[in-house]
């Protein structure tokens, strides 16, 4: 299994503002010792210049993002059914998205589903598109396998509700479309031997493993983050300077991703097909 000395999770947002608050970035070194917050005012260009840097100097890091880096594909046939420019895999729709995206500022995503086409597939405040289907929209197969662990997996088509993960993912998108060939991202791309890797996380099923109670949802206080840690064989962390989800999660995600990185199966889990590594991709932890 790959050997990595740093694991690093990023709490995501899809806001469209420079600086999103929900943005939260944290990092744990190999051993036992506490995740630390990376504290920064983090925009989304300052995340993917980091990380281009973080693969320039050759760091061995595990990076996880919490968001879903591909739509659908296998339910439909396609990302896009009826849309000719549909792309054919994961790293033609994150160009589709930045080429159609390429005016809307701090790498938001608003023009794309704003297109006279890609917003028929969306549910949007105020504007459900007429492709988006009846009840909770489309899942990629790794969501499936997410609901089957009791988890509550969101429609990257939905862009409506607090917990929706459709924006975050589209953004998201618009960042691995800057990092192609400079930072992998499993499974859209083989493990490699040096250096950064990206993988898909989602900071619920870490939290699970840290025996966190369905139905509780969040950490917002130091004794039941150190608790979950040493669930995962962490030390107790610094008092940070604020304790809200997006924090927590970030720090509980770089630990959960040290505490599992070494577990082959969760390199080779048994739904993970060649289509899916190249088209909807896989959430790291779902067997």
């Known amino acids: 299994m790959p050997a990595f000395t740093d694991f ?8 469209a503002v420079e600086r999103p608050r929900g943005l939260a970035v944290a990092r744990a070194g190999a051993g036992a010792g506490p995740p630390e917050l990376v504290e920064r005012a983090w ?8 990380l281009a840097e973080l693969a320039d100097g050759g760091t061995r890091a595990l ?4 968001l879903s880096p591909a739509f659908p594909l296998v339910d439909e046939g396609a990302y896009f059914p009826g849309w000719e420019r549909s792309p054919p895999d994961g790293p033609a729709l994150w160009k589709l998205v930045d080429q159609l995206s ?18 028929r597939h969306f549910r949007r405040k ?34 409506v509700g607090a917990s929706q993960v459709g924006k975050s993912s ?43 109670r369905k139905g509780i949802s969040k950490i917002r206080d130091a004794a039941t983050l150190d608790g979950m840690l040493a669930a995962l ?27 599992v990185a070494g577990r082959p199966e969760l390199w080779t889990p048994a739904g993970l097909t060649p289509e899916l590594a190249r088209t909807e991709g896989w959430t790291f932890g779902v067997p």
Do not use: K
Not at 43 to 50: C, H, P, Y
């Open 8 to 15: 690093i999770a990023i709490d995501w947002s899809g806001q």
């Open 233 to 259: 064989g962490s030390r107790a962390h610094a008092p940070l300077t604020r304790y809200d989800d997006h924090a927590t999660d970030a720090m509980l995600g770089a630990a959960w991703l040290r505490h």
């Open 63 to 66: 990076i996880g993002l919490d």
């Open 102 to 119: 390429a005016e809307d500022p701090h790498l938001a995503a608003s023009s794309f589903v704003s297109h006279p086409e890609a917003r």
């Open 126 to 159: 105020g504007d459900c598109g007429d492709l988006f289907p009846p009840g909770r929209g489309r899942f990629r197969v790794c969501e499936h396998g997410q609901a089957a662990m009791r988890l509550s997996p969101y429609s990257c088509f939905n862009l």
């Open 170 to 212: 589209l953004t998201g998108m618009r960042v691995l479309h800057r990092l192609r060939g400079q930072v992998p991202i499993w499974p859209f791309d083989p493990l490699p031997e040096t250096g950064p890797v990206l993988v898909e996380i989602y900071t619920a099923l870490a939290a699970r493993a840290a025996g966190m």
């Open 43 to 50: 925009s989304r260009q300052d995340t993917a210049d980091w």
